[in-house]
């Protein structure tokens, strides 16, 4: 059975697209820890991230630079942070985040709630860079 990130992937599911190669797709995560809060995940359906090969894994790696590179123009932030954790879906992915500080990245605290507009307004912001 696929995948919540393979459905997504596939347009199965509809998303916030941030960017997309031939190997991995980035998208808003739909309860954002941020505003901003980027998935970037590898089209191939591998649970574990550590269960990718090593060019999968630079890939990604390399792909989610690019997208973070492009997120840092767009927001008032200290660094754009990354976290992988890989409990939540299982499909290896990347969180990267908008923060200021440490407790930016708290998965624990209350999820942001932004309307369709503002998370299409977001995505497009980081798509034009």
């Known amino acids: 059975m696929s995948t919540i990130f393979t459905k997504i992937i596939n347009g199965d599911i509809p998303s916030f697209k941030v960017a997309e190669n031939d190997t991995c797709y980035a998208f808003l995560d739909i309860e954002p820890v941020t505003r901003g809060h980027v ?11 550590f269960d990718l090969t090593d060019e999968q ?3 990604l ?4 630079k690019q997208v973070a590179k492009k997120m840092d123009k ?7 942070g990354v976290s992988v954790i890989g409990l939540e879906v299982p499909h290896a992915h990347v969180h990267l985040m908008p923060i200021n500080g440490v407790t930016d990245m708290d998965f ?8 369709n507009e503002q998370m299409k307004a977001i995505a497009q912001s980081i798509r034009d860079v």
């Open 74 to 80: 767009v927001f008032d932030c200290e660094r754009i």
């Open 61 to 64: 790696m390399r792909f989610a």
């Open 39 to 49: 998935l970037v995940v590898p089209k191939i359906e591998t649970d574990y991230i």
């Open 108 to 115: 624990a605290k209350e999820k942001l709630s932004l309307s």
């Open 57 to 59: 894994l630079s890939e």
